[in-house]
C-alpha cells in the first residue's frame, strides 16, 4: 500500500497509543491477578477504539470524540471494511466508561478478560494490516 509521506504523522500517534493499551493488557493478563480483570477489559477496549481511529485517520475520515465502537466502525469504508465480527468488536463498548468507576460493572472474570484481549488482538491485527508498514514499530 502506497501512502504519502504526511499522511503516517497524525496515525501514527493512534497506533503508539493503541499498542501501549495492547501491551499494558497483555502484561496484565500475565500477571495471573484476578484483580487486574477489569482493567485487562478496558485497555482491550481502549486499543481497539485507537486502532479504529487510526484506520480512519489513515483514511482521511473524521471522527467525532467517542468511545462507541459501533459508531467507529460505521464509518470504515464499505471497501476497507476491517476482517472483523462487529459485534464481537461492539461488545468491548461496556468497558470503555463501566471499568472505570466503581458500582458501574459486575465484577469481571479471568475467561472475560481473556475474550476482551482476544477481541483487541483480532482488531489489531486486521488494521495493522491495512496499514503501511513504515507505520508499526512493534512486529505483529
Known sequence: MSVPAD???PVRPW???????Y???????KSDDDEFNAAICFHA?????????????????????????RMLLSLVPAG??????????IHLNRYAIQTRYPGDL?????????????TARRVRKAVRGRLP???????A
Not at 497506533?15 to 493499551?21: P, S
Not at 508498514?133 to 512486529?139: E, F, I, P
Open 7 to 9: 499522511t503516517g504523522r
Open 15 to 21: 497506533v503508539e497509543k493503541a499498542e501501549q493499551d
Open 23 to 29: 501491551h499494558v493488557a497483555v502484561q496484565l493478563l
Open 45 to 69: 477496549q481502549q486499543s481497539a477504539e485507537k486502532y479504529i481511529k487510526a484506520i480512519l485517520t489513515q483514511e482521511d475520515i473524521e471522527f467525532p470524540y467517542t468511545h462507541d465502537l
Open 80 to 89: 476497507d471494511k476491517l476482517d472483523i465480527d462487529p459485534v464481537n468488536v
Open 106 to 118: 459486575e465484577s469481571v472474570d479471568r475467561p472475560e478478560a481473556r475474550t476482551a484481549l482476544a
Open 133 to 139: 508498514k513504515g507505520l508499526l514499530r512493534r512486529k
